[in-house]
């Protein structure tokens, strides 16, 4: 697998956690995520062992989307400007921006087999209901300004509705009814459990925009997580440490989806100290996405040491717990 060692394991993780398609539907009805991996494998040292059978689909897709996803993120530069600021006006989160991208790759010229139009997708009905003008002679879901600020519209009372963006982008795709329908069969709004209950297509769906905003940001967000998760950063403290606290000590700004237990495990630091040095670790870096880590000197170089290690270690905690 000369691609996959390549790009190294733990964007390999990322990119399997969130791409890769149910290996055997024939075998099983559960459409989840964990199913693509040996559970049995958690403890060893090695971590995650990928289906087989996931293999060929993961790097597949590698070479299909990762070149262009990569060109989009030139080119698009304007556009993605743009709909920050429009977004930002409706009190969105701009990470909803690559929603536009895996509907349409960011075409405004993007036509679905269902009659979808525009880079946001807007069926006619939907995009009428929104304000966008729908004629023989002119079609507003294709002009860029006009259709993410009917796009931004519609997102928020999805919001509403569902208070979870995994919950919007699943609805987006697939309509409030088939998300409404999922929540119903499975007694819970929680997309983490109710997604087996979701039709494939708005499955990988909410799937590749969690893929696609690791491709772009190189991180999770608040767009990502679950209702409950967003819920469960809880008070952080503010009290700074006071100068003699920090002495001895260093700070380095953390990007990506890292766990205590994991920088702990490898670092040695205590894990009272730890919690002194860095508040609400856990919940503040899964709502930013970043967080200024602090530690002793040599914990500090420990954590440099193993940084790899802790990396993958913390993406395994997260899909385990998934």
């Not at 209901?129 to 997102?155: C, H």
């Not at 928020?156 to 088939?178: M, P, R, S």
């Not at 495990?265 to 970043?290: C, H, L, W």
């Amino acid at each position: 697998m000369p691609l996959l060692v390549k790009l190294g394991r733990s964007l390999v993780l990322v990119f399997l956690l969130f791409f890769s398609a149910p290996y055997s539907q024939a075998q099983t009805d559960f459409r989840g995520f964990n199913e693509l991996f040996d559970s049995a494998s958690w403890n060893t040292p090695t971590g995650v062992k990928l289906n087989p059978q996931a293999i060929s689909f993961v790097e597949s897709y590698m070479h299909r989307a990762g070149p262009g996803l990569q060109k989009i993120k030139d080119w698009g530069l304007p556009y993605f400007t743009m709909m920050d600021q429009v977004l930002k006006e409706n009190n969105l989160p701009g990470q909803l921006k690559y929603l536009a991208v895996i509907e349409s790759g960011l075409r405004s010229t993007a036509v679905s087999w269902a009659g979808a139009v525009g880079p946001w997708q807007f069926m006619p009905a939907t995009g009428k209901r929104y304000g966008l003008k729908i004629s023989g002679q002119v079609d507003e879901r294709m002009d860029y300004i006009k259709s993410t600020k009917a796009a931004a519209r519609y997102l928020a009372d999805l919001y509403k509705q569902f208070q979870d963006w995994l919950l919007v982008i699943a609805a987006y795709n697939g309509g409030e009814g088939t998300v409404n329908r999922a929540i119903r069969l499975s007694g819970s709004r929680d997309f983490w459990k109710l997604q087996r209950y979701l039709p494939a297509e708005s499955l990988n769906h909410v799937r590749k925009f969690i893929a696609t905003h690791y491709v772009f940001e190189g991180q999770g967000g608040a767009t990502t997580l679950t209702r409950d998760e967003v819920q469960a950063q809880g008070e952080r403290l503010t009290l700074p440490l006071s100068v003699a606290a920090q002495e001895g000590t260093t700070t380095v700004l953390l990007e990506g989806r890292y766990k205590k237990e994991a920088i702990i495990k490898y670092t040695g630091v205590d894990p009272a100290e730890f919690k002194r040095y860095n508040p609400s670790f856990d919940e503040t870096i899964s709502m930013r996405g970043n967080y200024r880590l602090r530690l002793s000197i040599p914990c500090m170089h420990a954590f440099e040491e193993n940084k790899g290690q802790i990396l993958e270690e913390s993406l395994q905690l997260l899909l385990r717990r998934n």
